[in-house]
T-cell receptor, first 113, second 113 residues
Framework: AQSVTQLDSHVSVSEGTPVLLRCNYS??????LFWYVQHPNKGLQLLLK??????LVKGINGFEAEFKKSETSFHLTKPSAHMSDAAEYFC???????????FGAGTQVVVTP | NAGVTQTPKFQVLKTGQSMTLQCAQD?????MYWYRQDPGMGLRLIYY???????DKGEVPNGYNVSRLNKREFSLRLESAAPSQTSVYFC????????????FGPGTRLTVL
C-alpha cells in the first residue's frame, strides 16, 4: 500500500532563510507524488507534482522538490522563506485505488521576521 | 471564475440531525471529491465521483451519502450526525484523474454536539 510520512509536524524558520520540509514515501511501483499547501482557513492548493519525468520538480512561489528513489524521499525546499509561506504543507502520494490520494499528516510552517 | 464553492461555511448540529453539504464547480471538471480533515491526520477521502452519474466510496464512507446532481454539483449528506463527524469538510474537483491538479473549495467547518 502507498503511504507518506512527513518527518516534521512543525517547522519554524526566519524570513529570508531556507525552508526544508521532509517527506518519505512507500510505494510498490513508481509513484505519483505531490505537495499541497493550505493557508489558514483556506482550501488546499497544488504546489508541485512528480509523475516520473524530471526528478527535480519546480513549483509555484519558488518551491521545488527532488524525487530520490534510492532514499524514497520527496523533500520540499525553498531558498528564501517569505512571511506569506506560513501555512500547512501536505505531502501526498497516489494511492492503490482510483480516486485515492494518500495525504501525509501535514507540516505546519511558521515564519518569523 | 469562482472555482469550487461550498455551502455552508460553518454548521453546528445536534446528534441525530441530518444535513447536506453543497459543492459546485465551474471549471467543467469531470471528477469531484469529498474529503474530511482532522487534526494530525491530513485529508481522508470520503466519496468521489469520476464522472457525472457515478459515485464511489473512498477511505471513510460510513455515515455519509453523496449525490452527483449534474456535472457541476456534488453534495454530501449526513443522515444522522454523530460527534465523530465533527470535522472540516472539503470538496475538490479535477479535470479527469485524481492525479490531475485537484482544486479545493474553502471548506465547511462542522460541529456535532
Amino acid at each position: 500500500a502507498q503511504s507518506v510520512t512527513q518527518l516534521d509536524s512543525h517547522v519554524s524558520v526566519s524570513e529570508g532563510t531556507p525552508v526544508l520540509l521532509r517527506c518519505n514515501y512507500s510505494s510498490s511501483y513508481s509513484p505519483s507524488l505531490f505537495w499541497y499547501v493550505q493557508h489558514p482557513n483556506k482550501g488546499l492548493q497544488l504546489l508541485l507534482k512528480y509523475t516520473s519525468a524530471a526528478t527535480l520538480v519546480k513549483g509555484i512561489n519558488g518551491f521545488e522538490a527532488e524525487f530520490k528513489k534510492s532514499e524514497t524521499s520527496f523533500h520540499l525546499t525553498k531558498p528564501s522563506a517569505h512571511m506569506s509561506d506560513a501555512a500547512e504543507y501536505f505531502c501526498v502520494v497516489k494511492g492503490d485505488s482510483w480516486g485515492k490520494l494518500q495525504f501525509g499528516a501535514g507540516t505546519q510552517v511558521v515564519v518569523t521576521p | 471564475n469562482a472555482g469550487v464553492t461550498q455551502t455552508p461555511k460553518f454548521q453546528v448540529l445536534k446528534t441525530g440531525q441530518s444535513m447536506t453539504l453543497q459543492c459546485a464547480q465551474d471549471m467543467n471538471h469531470n471528477s469531484m471529491y469529498w474529503y474530511r480533515q482532522d487534526p494530525g491526520m491530513g485529508l481522508r477521502l470520503i466519496y468521489y465521483s469520476a464522472s457525472e452519474g457515478t459515485t464511489d466510496k473512498g477511505e471513510v464512507p460510513n455515515g455519509y451519502n453523496v449525490s452527483r446532481l449534474n456535472k457541476r454539483e456534488f453534495s454530501l449528506r449526513l443522515e444522522s450526525a454523530a460527534p465523530s463527524q465533527t470535522s472540516v469538510y472539503f470538496c475538490a474537483s479535477s479535470e479527469a484523474l485524481p492525479t490531475d491538479t485537484q482544486y479545493f473549495g474553502p471548506g465547511t467547518r462542522l460541529t456535532v454536539l
